[in-house]
């Protein structure tokens, strides 16, 4: 895996010395009861502020509070004016706009296309808080508001709308969501690196136009770059007309396997169809254009697949995609935060409670998981109806057994209403924690597009010990009474150890 810097690494900004604030401010006068005359960063969200590690808003904003920045919400901010993004002042270094933990159309239709009674990110379970399609219709408010002000959007709707997409709200290809956000850039899947790395850069006076190179990160361009080779898909890939239904994880000529039957030692992979003595790192796909993919439904499974195909931060390279006369240009993606890293960026100082702002209103998606814990994050299924692999990523990043007891002890010590159930220890699948791949060589260079289907791959860890561990361990916690997995089981996993089985059934 590539080396970068730890996120906690960098040097912190002056403001630290303004300290950590109770709860990050929505308004000039707690900014003024904080010391501070202006904000360094300003989230504008469609969700309400909830300061916990569940909530993208609590978990950026405090992350970028730990290096030093002074970071203000605009939360469900009226969009019919500019009034309510102003509210804070301009920000010192940069706007992040994001829809909130749902894509914003999601949130608001059903799957019938009827608008939704209800909004459980909104106190009070109140619907019509949010706009539709909400990042590019903040993103255009900001713009009204602080035209010079750098606008990075982010979140699911940004990352998952970042090249042209199949949207069934409409019932049409849309272009890449950058375009009509214009934005300065766009950060995909958990931004936590990129974001930290920009902040940076921008603090130490780096025009964000110039801010090019960082993993996880998409922007517009009118060209490509010197020193860049561009490959067509076509060479990675072929697009063919399917009249029968294929196997889309088939990979002929990408992985071929052999599967070794000594259990313990790593099977040997050949990758047949990478090209050596190509450097990877200044290579580009360029993929079906916009038009290419909105027309024919060939070239947009064929896009499709070589988006999926470069996942792997190990091996994944930079993708363009023609929209008119430019480029979305998408870097590859983040690499994964390690343990420590993980740890420490869910035991920030979060009140783990809504915004006092609220009083007492209900906050139906805090109700929903303020008892439970986020153990994992991604996933290696790579089941095609899913989005997780474009947007986490399928190398599972786990956290500490301490790292997560320590969280159910601050949840039954902060939390009201605690009763000592936890109501979750999971994240995307259950039973995926601490489960990787043999060889770190191996996981870098795979290009395979799920480690479980067909088959579990020889290479796979699927050892249940860890996870059982911690149940146990989380239910020794004084005060816990019962420990709830609420997250899906992966049965193809979980039968490969009984002990896990009976630990689930029977407590
Ligand atoms: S376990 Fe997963 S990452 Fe490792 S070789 Fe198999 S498919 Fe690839």
Same mark, same amino acid.
């Given at each position: 895996m590539k080396t970068v810097p730890d996120i906690f690494s960098y040097r912190k900004y002056w403001a630290r010395r303004f300290g950590t604030a109770p709860v990050l401010p929505m308004s000039r006068e707690e900014m003024g009861a904080l010391g501070w005359d202006s904000c360094d960063v300003i989230i504008v969200t469609g969700d309400a502020y909830v300061d916990h590690p569940s909530f993208g808003m609590a978990l950026i904003g405090r992350l970028l509070e730990a290096q030093g920045f002074r970071v203000g919400i605009i939360a469900q901010p009226d969009w019919r004016s500019t009034e309510d993004f102003l509210k804070l002042g301009p920000p010192n270094l940069f706007f992040g706009i994001t829809a909130g933990n749902m894509d914003s159309m999601v949130n608001r239709y059903t799957s019938d296309r009827r608008i939704r009674s209800d909004d459980a990110y909104t106190p009070g379970g109140e619907a019509g808080r949010r706009p539709d399609r909400a990042v590019i219709v903040y993103a255009q408010r900001v713009r009204e508001a602080c035209g010079d002000k750098p606008i990075i959007i982010g979140g699911i709707e940004s990352s998952l709308r970042r090249i042209a997409h199949y949207d069934y709200w409409s019932d049409k290809v849309r272009r890449s969501i950058l375009p009509d956000a214009k934005a300065d850039l766009l950060v995909y899947g958990n931004a936590e690196r990129a974001l930290v790395e920009i902040a940076h850069r921008l603090a130490r006076g780096t025009p964000v136009g110039e801010i090019r190179d960082v993993r996880g990160t998409a922007y517009m361009t009118s060209c490509i770059p010197d020193g860049w080779m561009v490959m067509d898909a076509s060479t990675v890939d072929r697009p063919v007309r399917v009249e029968t239904c294929t196997n889309p994880y088939h990979a002929a000529g990408v992985c071929d396997k052999t599967v070794s039957e000594k259990e313990g030692e790593a099977v040997a992979i050949h990758f047949s169809g990478l090209k050596k003595h190509v450097n990877r790192d200044r290579t580009v796909i360029r993929l079906p254009s916009y038009n290419q993919v909105a027309r024919d439904k060939v070239r947009y499974a064929h896009a499709s697949r070589i988006f999926h195909l470069e996942t792997n931060p190990g091996n994944a390279r930079a993708l363009i995609q023609q929209h008119g006369r430019r480029f979305v240009w998408l870097n590859p993606p983040p690499v994964p935060l390690t343990t420590s890293e993980l740890d420490r960026l869910h035991e920030l100082p979060y009140t783990r409670r809504p =915004?006092?702002?609220?009083?007492?209103?209900?906050?139906?998606?805090?109700?929903?998981?303020?008892?439970?814990?986020?153990?994992?994050?991604?996933?290696?299924?790579?089941?095609?109806?899913?989005?997780?692999?474009? =947007?986490?990523?399928?190398?599972?990043?786990?956290?500490?057994?301490?790292?997560?007891?320590?969280e159910i002890e601050a949840i039954r010590d902060q939390v009201p209403g605690f009763t000592g159930h936890i109501s979750d220890l999971g994240g995307p699948t259950a039973n995926m924690y601490r489960l990787k791949c043999r060889s770190e060589a191996i996981e870098s260079a795979c290009r395979r597009l799920s480690c479980v289907f067909p088959d579990i791959c020889g290479n796979l860890k699927t050892d249940h010990g860890p996870l059982i561990s911690l149940y146990r361990r989380a239910r020794r916690v004084r005060g816990v009474k019962k420990v709830l997995i609420a997250s899906g089981v992966r049965y193809d996993l979980a039968i490969r150890s009984p002990e896990y089985v009976r630990e689930l059934v029977t407590h």
């Open positions: =915004h006092p702002a609220y009083g007492g209103a209900r906050i139906p998606a805090w109700e929903m998981i303020r008892f439970s814990v986020n153990i994992t994050r991604g996933c290696f299924g790579g089941c095609t109806f899913c989005s997780i692999t474009e =947007h986490e990523g399928r190398i599972i990043q786990s956290r500490s057994e301490d790292s997560i007891i320590r």
